[in-house]
Structure formats: structure tokens, C-alpha cells
T-cell receptor
Framework: AQKITQTQPGMFVQEKEAVTLDCTYD???????LFWYKQPSSGEMIFLIY??????QNATEGRYSLNFQKARKSANLVISASQLGDSAMYFC?????????????FGKGTMLLVSP | DSGVTQTPKHLITATGQRVTLRCSPR?????VYWYQQSLDQGLQFLIQ???????AKGNILERFSAQQFPDLHSELNLSSLELGDSALYFC????????????FGDGTRLSIL
């Protein structure tokens, strides 16, 4: 079974609208972390936001927020007030275990296109 | 700027050849990770080093090897290259702690002709 599932290959949104990118995960660990990365067409991978499994509040970073629903094992990324520069590939990733030594497992990504 | 430096940015070579990709982690980061990103396989973890020691192995081919040096920079060696090895190779680094994100370099785009 896939550990990280991103069911939306592509999403379209108009500038200034909010958009939600879906991510579900599969783990039997109690301690884990969830990350979102952005990959623009130039290729670099940019860290956006982190949510720990024990965090009671949803993470927020500027226009990015993570809608964390632990019981449903989902960690959706919400981008408010979309901008043209948000057009990119978005990856959800998980780190299992609490040691901080373990690696990240990535989903296949969602391509977001923001139109004027 | 993530603070992770990868060289070269682009590499074009032929089948059967050998190449070395280099990575300098962020200052203070002891862990280095290598990933391969291709259209068909997505982002695949290859190998992790922590303070010079191999920590974890992923889907790394036997033709590929890596090492981390005392100054913490890392090299990924790819040999007997095949057309299917064409991909974007990322290096990432991080610090200890489950909440610490991996910071990625800009990648090396490898094209096999």
C-alpha cells in the first residue's frame, strides 16, 4: 500500500481564490511528521509547512495552512488567496518515527495551475 | 536559497559512462539524503548519510554508490550509465529532530545520450 496518496494529479484555481490539495497517509506509528513541498517549473524543492502527529493545532505558515485530520489520516494543504506564482507541483511527504533519523516518503504530487 | 549546494547543475553524458554528483549540506546539518526524480518513478529516496556513516538505503541501484566525507559534503557516484538513469538528482540535508524539514538543493539534471 502507498504510504502517501495524492489523488489529484492536477488542480486549477483562479487568482485570489483558496485551494485545497489533498493528501492521505498510511502509518502504524504513533509519532510521525507530515510535510508539504513546492516544486516550481524551475525544479527546486521548497519546504512549505510541517505538522507533527502530536500537534493539536493545525500548522499555518503565511498563506499556507495544513488541515490535519488524524482520525481520517489526512493532511490537506490549503493555500489562501492564490497567486500566479503558486503555479507549481506540490508534494506531500511523511516521516515516520520520532527519532528524526528516518527518511521522507513522498506522494506523487499535484500540479496546481493558477489562472489570472 | 536553501543553503544546500549541488554541482553540477546539468550533466550530459553517454551510456556506459561514470559521473559524480556533489552536494554540500547546509551549515550545521549532519544528515545528507539523495533522491532521484524521474517522470515515471516520481521522487525516489536513494540513500542517507549521517555524520559520515550510511544510515538508510532506499531504491539505490548497485551501479550507484555514495559517501559522506569528514567535512560533511557528499558525493553520489553513478556508473555504467543507462538511458533510464536520466533524471533530476536531488541532495537534501537536515538536523536532528522529527520536526526538522529536509532542505533540498537545486538538483543536478542528468541526461544520458
Amino acid at each position: 500500500a502507498q504510504k502517501i496518496t495524492q489523488t489529484q494529479p492536477g488542480m486549477f484555481v483562479q487568482e485570489k481564490e483558496a485551494v485545497t490539495l489533498d493528501c492521505t497517509y498510511d502509518t502504524s506509528d504513533q509519532s510521525y511528521g507530515l510535510f508539504w513541498y513546492k516544486q516550481p517549473s524551475s525544479g527546486e524543492m521548497i519546504f512549505l509547512i510541517y505538522q507533527g502527529s502530536y500537534d493539536e493545532q493545525n500548522a499555518t505558515e503565511g498563506r499556507y495552512s495544513l488541515n490535519f485530520q488524524k482520525a481520517r489520516k489526512s493532511a490537506n494543504l490549503v493555500i489562501s488567496a492564490s497567486q500566479l506564482g503558486d503555479s507549481a507541483m506540490y508534494f506531500c511527504a511523511m516521516r515516520e518515527g520520532g527519532s528524526g533519523y528516518s527518511t521522507l516518503t513522498f506522494g506523487k504530487g499535484t500540479m496546481l495551475l493558477v489562472s489570472p | 536559497d536553501s543553503g544546500v549546494t549541488q554541482t553540477p547543475k546539468h550533466l550530459i553524458t553517454a551510456t556506459g559512462q561514470r559521473v559524480t554528483l556533489r552536494c554540500s549540506p547546509r551549515s550545521g546539518d549532519l544528515s545528507v539524503y539523495w533522491y532521484q526524480q524521474s517522470l515515471d518513478q516520481g521522487l525516489q529516496f536513494l540513500i542517507q548519510y549521517y555524520n559520515g556513516e550510511e544510515r538508510a538505503k532506499g531504491n539505490i541501484l548497485e551501479r550507484f554508490s555514495a559517501q559522506q566525507f569528514p567535512d560533511l559534503h557528499s558525493e553520489l557516484n553513478l556508473s555504467s550509465l543507462e538511458l533510464g538513469d536520466s533524471a533530476l538528482y536531488f541532495c537534501a540535508s537536515d538536523r536532528i529532530g522529527s520536526g526538522q524539514p529536509q532542505h533540498f538543493g537545486d538538483g543536478t539534471r542528468l541526461s544520458i545520450l
